[in-house]
């Protein structure tokens, strides 16, 4: 059996002398593993960074067997990421959300594509800039997966306007009148999330928006499976919240 596809390397793993066990996430195969020959060696490990895009074949004799990954290497980004501490933060959230939340080997183009898109932005512009597509894209994910936010219009009285909470049960939005309450029980609502904020988010919209996929993460995709919250993914929240902390 064999095919090929595009892919973003999510983790590489030594096994044996020089070998490695690649992780990535391919646009048409889901997320993936396979054995690439020489993939721990000084030329394997530089292709195969966290981050970078590739182009790779698999091949194995049975469907359900590890296979083999041929790798070419077709956009460096993992040398723009390690140069910032938040872009970093970035990559090692969003690998270890993948590899925690998408089931192997189901495919799902969209997480690709806004992985893939994510990445360059994260490579190229300030935390401020990528922090609101990081939300997007796990929002996207929860999506992909069946458990799709609604935040249209208020959960108790249907209108659509001043929708400044979530449900932590539900996913729904809550209005501001309805939700004061309870506001205590709640989770915030950033105004990026709904298309209506002019100008760039506050750092403390970032913070909210990241607690808030978080927590659906956690509770939908994780804990149903005896999983917790990769450290990678808790760390990214923790930055915000220091930026958020810092710009008072």
């Known amino acids: 059996?064999?095919?090929?596809?595009?892919?973003?390397?999510?983790?590489?793993?030594?096994?044996?002398?020089?070998?490695?066990?690649?992780?990535?996430?391919?646009?048409?195969?889901?997320?993936?593993?396979?054995?690439?020959?020489?993939?721990?060696?000084?030329?394997?490990?530089?292709?195969?960074?966290?981050?970078?895009?590739?182009?790779?074949?698999?091949?194995?004799?049975?469907?359900?067997?590890?296979?083999?990954?041929?790798?070419?290497?077709?956009?460096?980004?993992?040398?723009?990421?390690?140069?910032?501490?938040?872009?970093?933060?970035g990559l090692n959230a969003l690998s270890a959300v993948a590899a925690a939340v998408l089931p192997e080997r189901e495919p799902h183009e969209a997480a690709y594509e806004g992985a893939d898109a994510l990445l360059d932005a994260i490579a190229h512009h300030d935390f401020a800039d990528w922090a609101p597509l990081f939300v997007h894209w796990e929002i996207g994910l929860l999506n992909e997966l069946g458990f799709g936010l609604d935040l249209a219009r208020c959960a108790a009285t249907g209108a659509g306007d001043d929708l400044i909470y979530v449900s932590p049960r539900t996913g729904r939005a809550v209005s501001r009148g309805a939700g004061e309450p309870y506001r205590d029980r709640l989770l915030s609502l950033p105004a990026f999330l709904l298309g209506r904020q002019a100008g760039d988010p506050r750092a403390a919209d970032l913070h909210a928006g990241l607690r808030l996929t978080a927590h659906f993460l956690d509770q939908w995709l994780l804990m149903p499976h005896d999983k917790t919250m990769p450290e990678a993914r808790q760390r990214l929240t923790d930055l915000a919240a220091r930026a958020a902390t810092e710009s008072g």
């Open 1 to 89: 059996m064999e095919w090929t596809d595009d892919a973003i390397v999510l983790s590489l793993r030594a096994h044996g002398e020089s070998s490695g066990i690649l992780e990535a996430l391919t646009r048409g195969h889901g997320r993936h593993l396979g054995l690439v020959r020489g993939g721990s060696s000084s030329k394997g490990r530089a292709v195969l960074q966290p981050g970078n895009r590739i182009r790779l074949v698999w091949r194995a004799r049975l469907s359900e067997h590890l296979g083999i990954f041929t790798v070419e290497l077709a956009r460096a980004r993992a040398a723009d990421i390690f140069e910032q501490r938040a872009a970093l933060s």
